[in-house]
């Protein structure tokens, strides 16, 4: 695995790739990996020629009073985890690689409007404008044929779909189920900030979710009904406190008061400190 810190070597290591008709799959990360990011190198070492994984801990995604500063960072053991999962080319850009005016100084910007807004945008003003821009960046960058995200940033997806769609970007957009520890957590990096009493109240987020799932299984299709049964079972977990819980359209987020055939259930969460997302895409 090679291992580039500068958009020209990329680019240029890239051309002679895309030269050679060679498809270019693409995953990008904050790093700190896990097995959720490492099934999306696997599927793209399967799918491609070439896989090329960014680790980049982008400043403009994180709000003033965000974990920028302290988002865990291990690009020693990140190194190695991509390299046993397929990863050809890790590109780890500085700040001022990605920023060359320094990200304060950034004048241009991509905002998905609308379904940036609701959900984890409502408690995260700008969060998706900084996903939406760095992700084109990476995309111009890298130029890959297809690029893989997890399906438990649900509403990033969907966002990242609609920019393509707006933007006509010529890249197919993956979207792999999530993957859970053995007890249901779904994996994130930010569950290395739970202390054990927390690790343990945080798995009332899946559970909620399978009493969602459950209830659609037995037919019902009424949204607030599902969103109620979701806010009292993590309502008992006094650790927890609620951001919120949306019952909306996978496709654009909109909110459903009756589900027809498939329905995203989205939560977020603070498990004392700790801001942990869930969701559960369900279809007829
Ligand atoms: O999902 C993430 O880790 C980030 O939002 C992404 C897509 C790498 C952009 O910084």
Not at 56 to 72: C, L, M, R, T
Not at 112 to 126: E, I, K
Not at 230 to 253: C, H, T
Request: hydrophobic share 45%.
């Amino acid at each position: 695995m090679e291992v580039v810190t500068r958009i020209p070597e990329l680019k240029a290591r890239l051309a002679k790739a895309r030269q050679a008709e060679r498809r270019i799959g693409f995953v990008p990360t904050m790093g700190y990996l896990h097995e959720g990011h490492l099934s999306l190198m696997r599927r793209a070492k399967a799918e491609n020629d070439l896989v090329v994984a960014s680790i980049f801990v982008n400043p403009i995604q994180f709000g003033p009073q965000e974990d920028f500063a302290s988002y865990p960072r291990d690009l020693a053991r990140d190194s190695r985890m991509a390299e046993q999962a397929g990863v050809d080319i890790l590109f780890v850009p500085a700040v001022e690689e990605m920023y060359s005016r320094g990200h304060e100084n950034l004048l241009t910007s991509v905002e998905v409007s609308r379904v940036s807004q609701g959900l984890c945008g409502a408690s995260r003003p700008g969060h998706f404008r900084g996903v939406a821009t760095v992700v084109t960046k990476f995309f111009h960058i890298v130029q890959p044929d297809t690029a893989y995200f997890g399906q438990k940033d649900a509403q990033q997806v969907v966002v990242i779909r609609r920019m393509v769609e707006d933007l006509n970007l010529d890249v197919r957009v993956i979207a792999a189920p999530i993957v859970r520890e053995a007890d249901g957590l779904a994996m994130s990096s930010r569950n290395v900030y739970l202390n054990p009493a927390e690790r343990q109240a945080a798995l009332v987020l899946s559970r909620s979710l399978a009493q969602a799932e459950s209830l659609l299984r037995g037919g019902e299709r009424n949204g607030a009904a599902i969103a109620r049964a979701v806010r009292g079972i993590i309502l008992q977990e006094p650790l927890a406190s609620i951001d919120y819980i949306a019952v909306v359209n996978p496709d654009d987020l909109a909110e459903l008061q009756t589900i027809e055939t498939s329905v995203l259930v989205a939560l977020a969460v603070r498990i004392g400190k700790t801001r942990l997302i869930d969701n559960l895409l369900w279809e007829e």
